[in-house]
């Protein structure tokens, strides 16, 4: 038994490839008009921390950075009126303490009173005392807002 082969019933290997690039090379003008839009960050999170801080206390929470970015912290209320210290640092190991790198004394208030650069990672921010907490304590407020 012979087998019959036809050229025209199946295309050589080189005519093939000859019409594969052909193909391509058509597809591949400069007068491409798609764009690439780079991927847009993750959002900020703002985190709210409201409690009952002692005289002589802290008031603080960890959050993580998911990226890197700014940090800003707020000390938006406290109950009574009185000037505390804010800070923002680095989450000890076991989360259970917060090591200040940047503080300020300040009063309640609307906008942000400390901003920080960082890169991902585990961080803390919160408020102390100053020696001004009376014996009741006072009603903080901190809002933290991270990348």
Known sequence: MRAVESS??????PAFVLLALVT????????NTSTTTPSTPAGTTTETLTGLMAPQGTATRTFTA????????QLSKTDPALTLGLG???????????LFTQTVNTTAGAAPQLTATVDP???CAG????GTVGQNGVIV???????
């Open 8 to 13: 025209r019933a199946h295309p050589s290997w």
């Open 141 to 147: 407020t901190v809002t933290v807002t991270h990348p």
């Open 88 to 98: 923002i640092g680095i989450s000890g190991a076991t989360g259970a303490s917060c």
């Open 66 to 73: 998911s990226q890197p970015g700014t940090v800003t912290v």
């Open 127 to 130: 408020a102390y005392d100053l």
């Open 24 to 31: 391509a090379a058509a597809s591949c003008g400069s007068d």
């Open 121 to 123: 990672g585990s961080y």
